[in-house]
């Protein structure tokens, strides 16, 4: 006999308000911006690329000279004559032999420029001509074998930078195409903004969007879109002029000519093009409220500090941002924004001030960007930074700080196994509601798959259940161009002609379009429980190792804290990782030292680093390289003291600490592990302790919530199981009348399946329906399953009759 669960929903017992909880984080890493979301189809178009942005960029990056038949030309970059200082670099073609035509070709991004039969192009530049110049520009967008899919004809007719424009209708359908700008006669042709984008554009904005990813996007119904980033944000030098300052809002409005190259800490250049204005424009566009994140005058990443004496004008650019999106055309900001074309304000209500911050700097300056804002718009909410942490004591000062200083929300960080967030399904069960709430604004479960989608939508169960302490969260990254990955995982892929969901941009999509706006009570009773994965104590292999450096361990011990044994495992251990060393193939990077059955032990030891740009790895609870534990002293940009546990090669980092470990200096360092719990020491004091929990499956995750405009009541929920969930399902406190059920469910996938550019709906939620009699039905969830229930208020059951017709 089948045994059935009962869920109870109390349909007038009201909990917290679920309010702006699901959204997005839109950061221009995987080439996001250029080269994918903003719809510019020409790669360098003002020829600003640098080393700078990175080591094999030059001014003629993406460009090639073209000469046909005889013709002859010097094509040359150059900076005397610039449309604008901040754009300053141009192209300069002059013609010694004319032939078939000579110019210059763009490659575009990816394979090339895509273009669609029939589809409209408009192209522009900025050109000038000298006196013995005179014939016209051809513009034309030809295949990799020359033939020519659409073409105009352009009279550069000034000595001066004028502005071109010119409307290109494609004769065919190619992803690989090149634009072609060639001439005739004699003199110099000078080139700069060079651009084409599609006439058709997200909600037809000129300078806009690439439509089929903003859809995607605009198809999740965000609440909320937080960018422009990331650590994209704090990376760069303090001066705003600087090619690589950090991100500053104001050099990315008004005029494109005018908007300065950026080199991107992400290993490329930002056009800008993709600005605050147009930031905000998306926003209003899809629905979602603005989240704008702004440095704070601390670059993390290489010390750079502004003195607190110099703080205002980085202060003065948060209360500036705020008045340019909120203020009216009579203040100087919201002129600006008028100015530029909109005159009603975008209405922000939230701000981030820094990102994934680390260290005291940026907490001494966040107390003086919170206090200026909350006197200037004490409306508006502030959000804080934990650094990129799940725990430890750069997670513990952000919460401080926040607390300290009252900021509205506190802005967490992690990526991690699916296993990890299975096991922390509870993280936020404990969190109060006095304290600032949680914006947990990047996470991921380290994978595409359907497991990782599963894992992600069992967790989001518990996010939306503690919306009392959960008020934003955002997957991370949202988007990623094939050909340019710079991190995995990410919600949606695109090349330059294609765009696909993953299943874990389903699942948000799912509880996005279903988030409902207030809690209801859910009870659960009478389910088969799951079978317990044993509490096991870590054991295993013991190793050490490094990463880039020189190190030598010593007086390597394993001490039974039980029994007070101790084993020798090694008395000098000497590994070296250098580039030399890989370079010539003698890099030695790891030493294993033996296993223990034990359940409570230290390991302990000297360590002295010679040379290199980290510090040491301790491993242990080690099976292979893939399933391990290890600490990490001196991790990342030999800043970090880290605990972390890999699951089939996907690392979690269970707690961090500040710590460097400096060249020369000889290290004692103790590990301690007793059954799941570990402690770390270093010089005999303490540095961290956590706790590794392994996942208990729950029978169901669950969750509920009303819909207040439809009257709609929301059941998710999550089967982790690899067997059926029997439940009857029933509604309290409301009419017992028939209504109608929406399914929205993905079930019926291995774990292993992911969407692809081949497969792009391989994983895919269906939807289906079915009716309730009294208010109450009985529904068995397949095993691995995703499952919304939106079952229909009593007055709209006519209404849920015709469209379950439609849907079926």
Known sequence: MTVRGKLTIHTKARGAELGDLYGIFFEDLNHAADGGLYAELVQNRSFEFDPIDRADYHALTAWEKVER?????????????????????????????????????????NTGIPIKRG???????????????????????ESLDGTVQAQASIMVTSAEWSNYDAELTSDATDNSCRLVITTKGRGTLY???????????????PNGLREDIALMIA???????????????????????????MYRWKNTIGDLAQRPARRSNWGYNQTLGLGYLEYFQFCEDIGAKPIPVLPAGYDPHHKRIVPIEELQPWIDDALNLIEFANGDSTTPWGAIRSKLGHPEPFGMTYIGIGNEEVDEPFFE?????????????????????????????EYDRGWKSARENRSDLVDEHY????????????????????DPKVFLGEYASCGNTYYNALAEAAYMTGLERNAHAVKLACYAPLLCNADYVNWKPDLIWFNNHAVYGTANYYVQKMFMNNQGDRLLQIEAEGFKQAELQPDTPITGGIAVGCDGCKITYSEIRLTNLASGEIRTLGDRIELSDSEVDRAD????????????????????????????????????GRKDDSNQLFWEAGGWQNQDSMIQSRINGRNSVLTQRLFEAEVGVEYELALEVEGRRIRVSINGEFVSETVDLLPVIEPLYFTSSIEEATGDVIVKAVNVQDTNVAAHIELTGTAKRQREVEVIEMSGYELHEENSFATPERILPRNKMMTAIDSEFDYDFPKHSITVLRIKSCESVQEGTESRQTLL
């Open 69 to 109: 038949g005889d013709g002859i030309a010097e094509l040359r970059i150059e900076t005397a004559h610039p449309i604008h200082p901040r754009n300053e670099h141009y192209a300069g073609i002059t013609i010694i032999s004319e032939g078939a035509g000579v110019g210059i070709m763009n490659r575009g991004f």
């Open 119 to 141: 589809e409209k192009y408009v192209f522009s530049m900025y050109a000038r001509r000298d006196a013995s110049y005179d014939e016209p520009v051809l513009v034309a967008i």
């Open 191 to 205: 080139l700069d903004m060079v651009s084409l984008f599609p006439v058709h554009t997200f909600c037809n904005r």
């Open 219 to 245: 198809e999740l119904k965000p609440k909320f879109m937080r960018f422009p980033g990331g650590c994209l944000v704090h990376d760069g030098s303090l001066n705003p002029d600087d090619r690589d300052s």
């Open 365 to 393: 300056r966040y107390t003086y960007f919170h206090r200026a804002i909350k006197e200037a718009y004490p409306d508006i909410k502030i959000i804080n930074s934990s650094g990129p942490f799940a725990a430890g004591g």
């Open 415 to 434: 990526y991690m196994s699916p296993e990890w967030f299975l096991a922390h399904h509870r993280r936020y069960d404990s969190f109060s509601a006095d």
């Open 585 to 620: 193939g003698t890099s030695v990077r790891i030493a294993e030292l033996g296993h223990t059955d034990w359940t409570h032990y230290s390991i302990t030891m000297n360590a002295k680093k010679h040379s290199g740009s980290k510090g040491f790895i301790v491993y242990f």
